[in-house]
């Protein structure tokens, strides 16, 4: 079983900055396919904002091109999500996510839609102040 532990969530000014990390460790089976980061906000669907795929490649969802920079450190297992200028719109649960997709840009849109394909974990609350 895979394990993913998020954090680095808070309350920020708009315009701040915040970086999210995810622990993952467990099984292995994750390292044939994508990684990312998908929020939801109270009462909206959720929404791939990050992805990065075996090759290092990544996607961006257009809310949050220029603004947010996920990167992987392959040797301590953690994912980071940098995040620049934040909005009030950015307020929601983010959760760190694993998926069999092999592209990025697959991955960013089903990053959270099922567990027969995918990981996430218990996410970490990020609440923009305008």
């Known amino acids: 079983q895979l394990l993913l532990v998020e954090s680095g969530g808070g309350s920020v000014q708009a315009g701040g900055s915040l970086r999210l990390t995810c622990t993952y460790s467990?099984?292995?089976?994750?390292?044939?396919?994508?990684m990312g980061w998908f929020r939801r906000a109270p009462g909206e669907h959720r929404e791939g904002i990050a992805a990065i795929d075996l090759e290092g490649l990544t996607s961006y969802a257009a809310s949050v091109e220029g603004r947010v920079t996920i990167s992987k450190d392959k040797k301590e297992n953690i994912l980071y999500l940098q995040m620049h200028n934040l909005k009030p719109e950015d307020t929601a649960m983010y959760y760190c996510?694993?998926?069999?997709?092999?592209?990025?840009?697959?991955?960013?849109?089903?990053?959270?839609?099922?567990?027969?394909?995918?990981?996430w974990g218990q996410g970490t609350q990020v609440t923009v102040i305008a």
């Open positions: 467990g099984d292995t089976k994750f390292k044939e396919g994508s």
């Open positions: 996510a694993t998926d069999s997709a092999r592209t990025a840009i697959q991955a960013l849109g089903v990053l959270g839609a099922s567990r027969a394909f995918g990981e």
